[in-house]
């Protein structure tokens, strides 16, 4: 039996080699034509660097973010999307093209119904003379001359508001110029911060409020309350746009002949939006 067993193992030729490796078992090999699993197993060409998603939510886009409106249209709409909250407020969006060399939007306003208190600015005057006596009595809350700059410089004397005389100016930029021009604070002849009439421009200032683009000079504001009629936030509105047009040189003005035009800085956007509301934009 052992000799009829070693002889059925153990062949002698290649015929009986050929016919002993059918029963043996081969090595274990898949196979697949998945494209999915060729592609993965391709080899990649040197320095490919496999990018990671990274991980965020995208905002859903609004309905209302190509449409425009008229201005009388998006008061209404936001206020049936504001209906339980009476006391919202409008905030008006205006957003300018901001050309290489032109400045920052700013400017004061005082519209036909102000939306909120208004916070009463702490003006600090630089003059001296006549001029002092003026500003004191129109309401300066700090008044002096060059005695003025150490206590500015340091922060002693703190203000929201900073006016000059032209006789002044030269001497506290010197000193000042890198204190409050950063802040935008620093009086100047183009803003109406530096002049003889001190005492006038503060009386105008009585009642306003100041507005400022930011650097890509975009404009935010509050312009009215959802419980307001709504010709009073037209009527806002539409001030506050003529304003910003003038600042802007959008408006023509008189101009003095000493004096060279604004550079135009067109207005490129107009939106109305609200606290839950979406911004819409204005068509007139």
């Known amino acids: ?17 050929t016919n002993i490796a059918h029963y043996l078992p081969l090595p274990f090999r898949s196979f697949s034509t998945n494209h999915v699993v060729l592609a993965s197993q391709a080899k990649k060409p040197a320095g490919t660097v496999r990018k990671l998603r990274t ?81 004191k009595r129109a309401g300066a809350d700090i008044v002096g001359g060059a005695e003025l700059i150490e206590g500015v410089a340091s922060g002693r004397l703190q203000a929201t508001l900073f006016l000059s005389t032209p006789s002044l100016v030269k001497t506290i930029s010197q000193r000042l110029g890198r204190v409050l021009g950063p802040r935008g604070l620093m009086p100047s002849e183009r803003r109406g911060t530096v ?10 200032l009585q009642g306003t409020t100041e507005w400022k683009g930011d650097k890509a000079g975009t404009i935010r504001t509050p312009i009215g309350k959802l419980d307001y ?37 067109a207005l490129t956007k107009i939106i109305l939006s609200s606290r839950h509301g979406p911004g819409i934009q204005i068509a007139d």
């Not at 002049?195 to 105008?204: H, L």
């Open 229 to 265: 009629p709504v010709e009073d936030v037209v009527k806002n509105v539409r001030h506050f746009i003529n304003v910003v047009k003038r600042a802007t040189g959008n408006q023509p003005q008189f101009v003095d002949k000493d004096q060279s035009a604004k550079p135009v800085n």
């Open 55 to 135: 991980p965020g939510k995208r905002a859903k886009p609004s309905i209302y973010d190509g449409e425009k409106m008229t201005l009388i249209d998006a008061i209404h709409v936001l206020r049936a999307i504001e209906v339980g909250s009476s006391n919202a407020t409008y905030e008006l969006t205006v957003k300018t093209a901001m050309p290489r060399g032109s400045v920052i939007p700013k400017g004061r306003v005082s519209l036909p119904r102000e939306p909120k208190v208004k916070a009463r600015d702490k003006i600090l005057v630089f003059a001296d003379g006549k001029a002092a006596e003026e500003a």
């Open 195 to 204: 002049t003889d009439d001190v005492a006038g421009y503060i009386r105008r």
């Open 1 to 17: 039996m052992s000799f009829l067993f070693l002889q059925f193992c153990t062949p002698r030729s290649t015929a009986s080699r």
